[in-house]
């Protein structure tokens, strides 16, 4: 059964992007569009995994990651952020968040300095 990683990014085209990459990498990645969906599908079935986008209309990624960290403080959070403020990736990290990557995503650099280090291999 292959790990499974949860996307959680309001911009369609980069959830497809990276879900389709990680498939391709031999892993079973979902997406949410927005925060309650995310949060949402980590109830129904606990990913490996959350990739997850700071800047998201509505419930923002900081809140998403106190949610998370509240409900499954053992789950690992990657932040995706298209914003370069040391601020708030500072405040993600505090809310439990193991690492950053800003955009734009450079694909193999998350599959090997990320996704292989946190959950290992698929």
């Known amino acids: 059964m292959p790990k499974k990683i949860l996307i959680i990014d309001d911009e369609p085209e980069i959830c497809r992007m990276v879900a389709e990459f990680l498939f391709d990498a031999g892993y079973s990645a979902s997406c949410a569009l927005n925060g309650p969906d995310g949060l949402a599908m980590i109830k129904k079935d606990l990913p490996s995994l959350v990739l997850l986008d700071v800047g998201m209309p509505g419930m923002d ?3 998403v990651m106190r949610l998370i960290h509240e409900q499954f403080p053992s789950l ?5 952020t298209g914003n370069k403020d040391t601020e708030t990736v500072k405040k993600m990290v505090e809310l439990g968040a193991c690492e950053y990557l800003t955009k734009p995503i450079h694909l193999e650099t998350l599959l090997d300095q990320f996704v292989r280090d946190m959950i290992g291999a698929p």
């Open 76 to 80: 690992p959070v990657v932040i995706l």
């Open 61 to 63: 990624g900081i809140e």
